[in-house]
C-alpha cells in the first residue's frame, strides 16, 4: 500500500515560475526523501528531511516537513525546462527498514 | 564509478519463462533492493537484501526469488514468468539500512506476452 501521497499528480509552468508538490503520508516517520525521475530513467535522491527537522534547502531546492499534518512539500524556485520529471516522495517509519514511494508529480517546465 | 548498473535493459518473455535480472553496485554499500514501477504508480519494494548474506521480502515478493550473490551484487529471478510481471524493474543501494539515501539504477523494462 503507497504510504505517500503527491498532490498534484500533474502541474505545468513556465520557466522561471517555482513549482509546488506536496506530499502526505499516514503513519509516523523517521525520516521523508524527495526523488526525481526523468523519463526512462532511474531515480535520483533530492533531499532527506529526518522527522525532528522542519525544512531543508538544497540549492532552489526547498523541502518542509509538518510532522502534525503528516505533509511534505517541495519547492523549486525558479525551474529551467531540465527540472522537467516526475517527483516521489518516500517515507520510511518508524520500526522499519523499508522507503515506501508515493504516486508522484509530474512536473513539466515550458520554455 | 559506475554506480548501479543492471543487466539487460529490455527483456520479452514468454509467459512461463524465467529470467534473472542482473544488479551490481560499486559504492561499497551494505544495502541493496529491487522495486517494480508500473505505469502511473510509485516503486513497490520486491526484495532487499539489509547486508550481504541476508534477503527479506518486501511488499510485493510473489512469483519472484532473489540472490545476494556478494556484497556487490544482488539478483532478481522470475521463475514462471506471467503478464502481471510486465513492468519496469530497478534496482538500488544504499549505505546502511535506515535513513540514507538510495542510489538506483537505468531500470530493467521487461514485458511478458
Known amino acids: 500500500s503507497q504510504q505517500g501521497e503527491e498532490d498534484p499528480q500533474a502541474l505545468s509552468i513556465q520557466e522561471g515560475e517555482n513549482a509546488t508538490m506536496n506530499c502526505s503520508y499516514k503513519t509516523s516517520i523517521n525520516n521523508l526523501q524527495w526523488y526525481r525521475q526523468n523519463s526512462g530513467r532511474g531515480l535520483v535522491h533530492l533531499i532527506l528531511?529526518?522527522?525532528?527537522?522542519r525544512e531543508k534547502h538544497s540549492g532552489r531546492l526547498r523541502v518542509t516537513l509538518d510532522t502534525s499534518k503528516k505533509s511534505s512539500s517541495l519547492l523549486i524556485t525558479a525551474s529551467r525546462a531540465a527540472d522537467t520529471a516526475s517527483y516521489f516522495c518516500?517515507?520510511?517509519?518508524?520500526?522499519?527498514?523499508?522507503?515506501?514511494f508515493g504516486t508522484g508529480t509530474r512536473l513539466q517546465v515550458f520554455p | 564509478n559506475a554506480g548501479v548498473t543492471q543487466t539487460p535493459k529490455f527483456q520479452v518473455l514468454k509467459t512461463g519463462q524465467s529470467m534473472t535480472l542482473q544488479c551490481a553496485q560499486d559504492?561499497?554499500?551494505?544495502?541493496m533492493y529491487w522495486y517494480r514501477q508500473d505505469p502511473g504508480m510509485g516503486l513497490r519494494l520486491i526484495y532487499y537484501s539489509a547486508s550481504e548474506g541476508t534477503t527479506d521480502k518486501g511488499e510485493v515478493p510473489n512469483g519472484y526469488n532473489v540472490s545476494r550473490l556478494n556484497k556487490r551484487e544482488f539478483s532478481l529471478r522470475l521463475e514462471s514468468a506471467a503478464p502481471s510481471q510486465t513492468s519496469v524493474y530497478f534496482c538500488a543501494s544504499s549505505v546502511g539500512q535506515f535513513s540514507y539515501e538510495q542510489y538506483f539504477g537505468p531500470g530493467t523494462r521487461l514485458t511478458v506476452t
Open positions: 518516500a517515507t520510511e517509519g518508524l520500526n522499519t527498514d523499508k522507503l515506501i
Open positions: 559504492m561499497n554499500h551494505n544495502s
Open positions: 528531511i529526518r522527522s525532528n527537522e
